[in-house]
């Protein structure tokens, strides 16, 4: 188990409403490690200044959910930032690995050696490595559940998950809490969901995994950063204010990543055995999710509720839901969630994440959106069969749309229907030919079978290695559409 420092953050939280429309947005999915490892090298490939579609320095909005936040946060957190408010650059050096040379060694290809004074940038699998040597996300919530190996604190504070994440950032890669920070051109979306404790045990829908009461209890939430990270105000959709008394409610960019990369909650929310055991511990300040007081209303109809703030891919893994509630023009997403995609959605496969949006009726388990296609859809359904088809394409993993209707959706807060002029997807299914255009068969040899979109906690320095190429791979295979997404 990583090493759980026993600070507590504090501090009042805000809300505010969504704010007007933006031009262009990424979002960067969810996705555990994966999702974490993958947005860092995309945003590395993106923003160098060298390379045919460095991001220009117009303001994008950017939104993110679990693997994909933590991804987010660590890039930036690791490059200088001049606008930073107190003054500080708040850069951590970081070696992302050379270019792609299909003709490398393995012992090259596994490496993590950097430089003196730089760290390695996926340093952060060196500290999940002892979270668990599990293939299963079961199995890994009841070893996280097991009081032995939780170091909850003695007082209400109930931070061992924010404490994990503290862990994360300053033991992987030399990041104080107030060092975190988000891009200084571009808003942070930083998506998470906010289930209302009447609503627990959550009741799925035996044969489809949806939850039965989500438009009920079940809720939009997201951090809004601003300024690098300046300024952060918490909206909550379905007029939900967390309220600053409430214990969860320490708002900064620690507690934002917390909270939208809680996946650890499922397992907990849909167990009536272990909800009951989770409400004994929370009397006395020792249960495992991150608890709230949110408000309802206002004047005379205000009522609070108790809300656990929890992983953003409840409701939505992509990004494209906070993007769209602001009407934002032109969105690219980077779809880095570690479930392999699949045109039927199989046992072991998924792809309700993406089909919701379009209404198409799939099955859905805990780790995805829980919504189902009645509440959950915001594109036309016979859109789906080409996007999911391209999506699964392994010379293609791509899907480009133009001029997307987007519907209204009250429970996903999308409060006017409008026309999407540009929806850009990039997938994380395996692409042909890559790992056979290495001349050193060890390369492919050595991988993990479960490369590159299944891998549950944690990788090798060569699984991780490779990931990070591919993505350039990917990303240099459709540069012609992504410069002009930027450039346009």
């Known amino acids: 188990m990583l090493l759980l420092l026993l600070a507590c953050s504090s501090g009042a939280s805000s809300a505010s409403g969504a704010s007007g429309a933006s031009t262009r947005g990424i979002g960067l999915s969810g996705g555990g490690i994966t999702g974490l490892l993958a947005a860092q090298c995309q945003l590395e490939h ?33 490059t200088a930032h001049s606008t930073a408010s107190d003054g500080s650059t708040g850069i951590k050096p970081v070696t992302y690995p050379p270019s792609l040379n299909f003709s490398m060694a393995y012992a090259d290809a596994k490496s993590n050696v950097v430089p003196a004074g730089t760290t390695w940038w996926a340093n952060a699998i060196n500290y999940l490595r002892n979270f668990s040597s599990s293939n299963s996300f079961s199995d890994v919530n009841t070893a996280m559940m097991d009081p032995a190996d939780v170091a909850a604190p003695a007082d209400d504070c109930k931070s061992w998950w924010v404490d994990l994440m503290e862990t994360l950032f300053g033991l992987g890669y030399g990041v104080a809490p107030s060092e975190m920070r988000t891009s200084p051109s571009g808003d942070a979306l930083i998506t998470f969901a906010a289930l209302e404790a009447k609503g627990c045990p959550i009741k799925r829908n035996q044969s489809s995994g949806v939850m039965q009461t989500a438009p009920e209890y079940l809720h939009t939430a997201l951090v809004h950063s601003t300024e690098g990270g300046a300024t952060l105000t918490a909206e909550l959709g379905n007029g939900l204010t967390l309220l600053p008394s409430s214990s969860a409610s320490g708002l900064s960019l620690l507690a934002a990543s917390a909270w939208s ?20 511990a ?69 792809v309700a994440t993406f089909a919701y949006l379009f209404g198409e009726d799939v099955p859905t388990d805990t780790m995805n959106t829980l919504g189902g296609p009645r509440f959950t859809k915001l594109f036309p359904n ?14 293609r993993l791509f899907a480009s749309l133009k001029n997307v209707p987007v519907q209204v959706n009250t429970w996903l807060g999308i409060e006017k229907p409008y026309v999407l002029e540009e929806l850009l997807i990039l ?27 299944r891998i549950p906690i944690t990788m090798s320095s060569l699984d991780a290695n490779l990931l990070c190429w591919y993505e350039r791979f990917k990303l240099d295979r459709h540069a012609d559409a992504i410069t002009s997404f930027f450039q346009g």
């Open 282 to 350: 929370e009397l006395a300040g020792k249960g495992l999710l991150m608890t709230g007081t949110a408000s309802i209303g206002t004047g005379s109809t205000q009522q609070k509720a108790k809300v656990h703030l929890i992983d953003g891919g409840f409701v939505d893994t992509t990004g494209i839901v906070a993007l769209l509630q602001r009407q934002t023009s032109k969105i690219l997403v980077f779809y880095n969630n570690n479930d392999a995609l699949a045109p039927a959605g199989p046992s072991g496969q998924e």
């Open 261 to 280: 990369t809680a996946f650890y909650s499922a397992s907990i929310v849909e167990s009536s055995v272990q909800y009951a055991a989770e409400q004994l």
């Open 46 to 78: 993106l923003h160098q200044g060298n390379f045919k579609f460095s991001v220009p320095s117009s303001t994008i909005t950017t939104a993110t959910a679990s693997g994909g936040t933590l991804g987010y946060l660590v890039y930036h957190s690791t």
């Open 382 to 395: 016979e859109l789906y069969s080409s996007v999911i088809a391209n999506l699964t394409n392994s010379s």
């Open 427 to 453: 997938s994380n299914s395996p692409a042909a030919g890559f790992l056979d255009s290495f001349a050193d068969p060890d390369i492919k040899a050595n991988l993990s079978p479960l490369w590159p979109n």
